[in-house]
């Protein structure tokens, strides 16, 4: 049957299964939106093309399927670059498709012409530069195995105009090997050695603590990680990118560790003399100051990607595996520590001691930012979604909202990326039509994609927004204030300009405002009574707030600064 390259590239898709796109036409890629309209998947019009790679990501992390993004050449393609290279920090599956210019004028300085692939070489597990018709179903089919299988990532296909106009017979590939994937293979045995020198640590730890990164979501392993951590009484910590992956109310969960993280999560660590480390990469928001890290524990890593091991701590054992197989083999050895009440006891003191705390709330206002999040939280429906920007209303919607299953929080990790909580939210959405979800973003991050909310309402795609506005870049104001003598330079937003509510509504949105506890009641209670457009709410929130626990960058972890009521005490 002869086809199009645009129809193959379509049909393609739908043999992967790929149910929705988020994307942007333009003259490149305008081949390939033709069959789109024939096509049983759907394609969510965009404003910007980073809110398509944001939307693709926010898809993925919601269903645990990759996130599909499709956008023009030259612009087009580099405002997607963002998006990909934070798919590319957190390990998200996802796949963007660029319009590239005809091949006859690649080289050439050709209108709208861009080398994307050259570009995102070193933030894509694999990018492709179709050079004939016939490639399209093996790139596709390629892409999708790669962003997949081994550490997840994104895979880029860069398909020339003329190739996507001109006519192939159509074909798809049904095994592995017509990928043309040499040197690839993601699978790799368990090394029964290493697992035995695992076991051999573990009895011997008095003081072990469960490190647990996004990797164990990624494998799917939050399951066999509540049955090993149950059976060996072990303290589980779950890094910023894992929240979820351990049910925050489970009597083991210590928190997330780090720069933000509980005191007794960092001071356990800190403490340790076995950290097992579950598809984490011991990322520098974590460790502190690297020679002060943990520094009396004995570390087995494991990870999916060899190139993780020895890359900031040097591991006692490492064991390639994804964290689902490594912890079914620990358990099938009956790996377990001996007695754990004495470091128990210590670990209760901690949490006594140094819970989360915030100064009390003002009936007047502003409002505290936590108290906003606890509220939110205590009116949501379980298996809410939650997905949030980057700065302090991140650290604090980690902290205060109780996470109790996988792909219910949903944030920028490793690239710290403002702007990704909206159409973040609005990809998890048409993932989960099903759950409600949230964006707790700050007033900073808003205002760089919320443009997406017209995407969001013309769609139909009713999500719930709480900007926590405390008229700054919040976290920047934090460090000017700490670490700069209170110098506050180019920080100060102004509260009321973009006015939100009207903002809001002129993107067809329901606008709410909130500037006192009563008011914060009524809107978090009209908020969720609406369930067919997407709601804002301004919160007015205390731009003196700051988050605690704090570890200044490149601190030791033992240094950790707890909130001012708690302070005198802290060891």
Known sequence: MQITGAQALIKSLEQQGVETIFGLPGGAILPVYDPLIDSTIRHILVRHEQGAGHMAEGYALATGRPGVAMVTSGPGATNIVTPIGNAHMDSTPLIVITGQVASASIGT??????????????????????????????????????????????????????????????????????????GYRPEVALDEEAVARAVQLISQSERPVLYVGGGTLKSHASRELLAFAERTRMPVVTTLMARGAFPDSHEQHLGMPGMHGMYSAVTAIQRSDLLISLGARFDDRVTGKIPTFAAGAKVIHVDIDKAEFNKVRIADVAIQSNVASALRALDAASAAPQNLDVWWKEIRSWQEQYPLVYDEPLAAGPLRPQHVIEAIARDAEPGTIVTSGVGQHQMWASQFWKFEEPGTWINSGGAGTMGFGVPAAIGAKVGRPDRTVWCIDGDGCFQMT???????????????????????????????????????????????????????????????????????????????SINDVPVVIDFRTDSSEKVFPMVAAGASNDDIVVHPSQRGGAK
């Open 109 to 182: 300085d050709a209108f709208q012409e861009c080398d994307i692939t050259g570009i995102t070489m070193g933030i894509t597990k694999h990018n492709f530069l179709v050079k004939s018709a016939q490639e399209i179903p093996r790139a596709v089919a390629a892409a999708f195995h790669l962003a997949t299988t081994g550490r997840p990532g994104p895979v880029l296909i860069d398909v020339p105009k003329d190739l996507a106009q001109s006519m192939m017979d159509w074909w798809y590939p049904t095994t592995i090997e017509e990928y043309d994937l040499p």
């Open 450 to 528: 919320a443009q997406e909310l017209v995407t969001a309402r013309a769609e139909g795609i009713p999500i719930k927004v709480a900007i926590l506005n405390n008229a700054y870049l919040g976290m920047v104001r934090q460090w000017q204030e700490m670490f700069y003598d209170e110098r506050y330079s180019e920080v100060y937003l102004s509260a009321d300009l973009p006015d939100y509510v009207k903002w809001a509504e002129a993107m067809g949105c329901v606008g709410l405002r909130a500037t006192n506890v009563k008011e914060m009641r009524d809107v978090i209670d009209e908020a969720n």
